[in-house]
């Protein structure tokens, strides 16, 4: 049996699925059973702005133009716990840790990763195709997400971006899936072109706050391996779904394998 933060006990509980290992619990009871790993994508929960904006929907729907309503959260904000992560997950990661957040948080998860010993590289963003509009009108929406580039091993950063921009243009995920949906699950297009772009096939992948599992889905679709970990045991379960079904349905290899682009861009501007 587990501790579980918080109070209680629980079982322990390991699902593994192909190249695809996923803990259920507190990422903090999990992390010393983990050896080291290529990458983390951490798709953390943000701060306390955007969980704020998502409360509201708790008081009266927002939406009069027949979308999708927002879904209040069940899950702490990442406040109180950002250096935490960043230390402890830099310190298991060789290579690139991403950090997803709200635009507003950029600027905190730099100063978190650079004082764990990163190397901090970029902010980029998700521009959010088919977004929520500010439905008060006051202001503009959010239609843009972030996620901080670190680079956390020895020597030089390498990525297969080449001299690629930092902003990546995916819809957000709308379609109902015939069972209940993470209320804030990344695309998987997104995760996929970034899993390419930051990671090689073979590679081991880790995000400590796996949710439905959407990180894993992609790894697995593109050959790499997987280790997650989610505390809450119905997105957990959610996760357990996607990756057996991603394991069966084995690498993907169509969509975003990468053509490798022009390596600096000014080149294109000289005339030969
Ligand atoms: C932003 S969501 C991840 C969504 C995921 N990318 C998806 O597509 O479904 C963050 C997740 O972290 C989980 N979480 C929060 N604190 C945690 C902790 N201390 N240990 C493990 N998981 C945690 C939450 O329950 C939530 O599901």
């Known amino acids: 049996m587990a501790a579980r933060r918080g109070g209680g006990l629980m079982g322990a509980r390991v699902e593994t699925f192909g190249a695809a290992t996923l803990y259920l619990g507190?990422?903090?009871?999990?992390?010393?059973?983990?050896?080291?790993?290529?990458?983390?994508?951490?798709?953390?929960?943000?701060?306390?702005?955007?969980?704020?904006?998502?409360?509201?929907?708790?008081?009266?729907?927002?939406?009069?133009?027949?979308?999708?309503?927002?879904?209040?959260?069940?899950?702490?904000?990442?406040?109180?716990?950002?250096?935490?992560?960043?230390?402890?997950?830099?310190?298991k990661?060789?290579?690139?840790?991403?950090?997803?957040?709200?635009?507003?948080a950029v600027g905190d998860w730099r100063w978190a990763l650079m004082a764990a010993g990163a190397r901090y590289k970029r902010a980029c963003f998700w521009v959010k195709v088919g977004a929520t509009p500010q439905m008060n009108g006051q202001g503009?929406?959010?239609?843009?997400?972030?996620?901080?580039?670190?680079?956390c091993g020895p020597g030089h950063s390498a990525w297969n971006g080449g001299g690629r921009d930092n902003h990546f243009e995916h819809p957000?995920?709308?379609?109902?899936?015939?069972?209940?949906?993470?209320?804030?699950?990344?695309?998987?297009?997104?995760?996929?072109?970034?899993?390419?772009?930051?990671?090689?096939?073979?590679?081991?992948?880790?995000?400590?706050?796996?949710?439905?599992g959407t990180t894993g889905v992609a790894a697995l679709r593109k050959g790499r391996g997987f280790v997650g970990i989610e505390v809450?045991?119905?997105?957990?379960?959610?996760?357990?779904?996607?990756?057996?079904?991603?394991?069966?349905?084995?690498?993907q290899t169509d969509f975003f394998e990468y053509r490798k682009p022009v390596q600096n861009r000014m080149e294109l501007a000289v005339p030969s």
């Open 232 to 251: 809450n045991e119905k997105y957990f379960d959610l996760a357990c779904y996607r990756l057996e079904a991603a394991a069966q349905d084995g690498v």
């Open 93 to 104: 990661t060789k290579g690139w840790m991403l950090t997803f957040c709200e635009p507003e």
């Open 140 to 151: 503009p929406g959010m239609g843009v997400e972030a996620f901080t580039a670190a680079w």
């Open 172 to 212: 957000v995920p709308r379609k109902p899936r015939g069972r209940e949906r993470h209320p804030t699950e990344k695309p998987i297009s997104l995760m996929e072109e970034i899993t390419v772009l930051f990671s090689n096939p073979g590679q081991l992948i880790c995000d400590p706050f796996m949710g439905s």
């Open 26 to 91: 507190d990422w903090r009871d999990h992390i010393e059973e983990i050896g080291p790993v290529d990458h983390t994508f951490a798709d953390t929960p943000y701060g306390n702005f955007m969980h704020a904006a998502k409360a509201k929907a708790r008081a009266r729907p927002l939406r009069n133009d027949g979308g999708p309503e927002l879904i209040p959260l069940e899950f702490e904000t990442i406040e109180g716990q950002r250096e935490e992560v960043a230390a402890a997950w830099c310190e």
